[in-house]
């Protein structure tokens, strides 16, 4: 049912449980021009990727009353520049304890500085610990130096936040059967791709082995393992070569079960949602 709104969002709510184990998640933005989501129990708070200014960041958690500053980690997935890019900023002013991996660490700094800033490493693959919430590093095949996906787990629920993801590779199947939740990427329509401004050499890319995942191949994935689905949350939608309703229609057209379906916004918060 419906809970309070902010700013014109409509919180929904899924969860039936233990009031003391729900996973509160809000994507704050979602898109090649920045990517933030925020994951809440009732003992922890983390945020994931820093692809937003700290600015928006602060005021848009505050719409939901939630205060950046008491944010226990920022938990870093990938070098790109809409995922990394705000981690320094965020470190320095608002004091959150940044987790990266030392190579997506050693590029970003690289090509992409981030000012000063101490960061933990974690080992892609491994699964790190943060008070009641356990976050799984899956290896994704994107074209960073070590982008990897998540999928966290509370004592009631098992959320997975997968984008920039590659192609359907084998663990996704598995991977998705056992998420009571999704942020799902659904990046590209083939066909604005191929007839969009995009060159040969992008598309090439996005629709490659280490690009993007399509609204069909998104789409086929739910339908086949996604099946203890209470919600999925369509994320990282490309800005020229997708659209909101276009992404909906597919997953609509080939959906099985009733779990509910949602569009990440690339401008403003989306939710939030809860397990």
């Not at 919180?11 to 925020?38: H, K, W």
């Not at 660490?105 to 699964?127: N, Y």
């Not at 069909?216 to 203890?228: D, H, Q, V």
Request: aromatic share 8%; net charge positive; with cysteine.
């Amino acid at each position: 049912m419906p809970l309070a709104s902010a700013k014109g969002i409509m919180r929904r709510s899924y969860a039936t449980g233990d009031p003391a184990e729900i996973m509160f998640v809000l994507s704050l933005q979602s898109g090649s021009n920045g990517n933030c989501i925020y994951v809440e129990t009732p003992r922890t708070r983390l945020l994931f990727d820093a692809g937003i200014s700290g600015v928006q960041a602060q005021r848009r958690l505050a719409a939901f009353g939630r205060d950046i500053r008491r944010v226990d980690a920022l938990i870093i997935s990938h070098d790109h520049s809409d995922h990394i890019r705000s981690a320094g900023i965020f470190h320095r002013k608002f004091g959150l304890p940044v987790y990266v991996s030392e190579p997506t660490l050693r590029l970003a700094q690289r090509f992409r500085p981030l000012g000063p800033m101490k960061a933990m490493t974690f080992v892609s693959g491994e699964t790190l610990q943060f008070g009641d919430l356990g976050i799984e590093t899956v290896r994704t095949p994107h074209d960073a130096a070590d982008g990897v996906a998540f999928v966290v787990t509370s004592p009631g629920a098992r959320l997975g936040i997968l984008t920039d993801l590659g192609h359907p590779f084998e663990a996704l199947s598995a991977l998705l059967s056992g998420l009571d939740a999704v942020l799902m990427e659904s990046n590209f329509d083939p066909e604005m791709l191929a007839n969009g401004p995009y060159p040969a050499f992008l598309q090439t890319r996005i629709r490659g082995p280490r690009g993007h995942l399509s609204n069909p191949e998104s789409a086929r994935l739910l339908r086949e393992t996604g099946t203890r689905l209470k919600w999925a949350c369509l994320g990282h939608l490309s800005e020229q070569n997708n659209r909101p309703e276009l992404a909906l229609d597919t997953h609509q057209a080939l959906a099985r079960g009733d779990y509910a379906l949602h569009v990440a916004s690339r401008y403003r918060p989306t939710g939030p949602f809860e397990i």
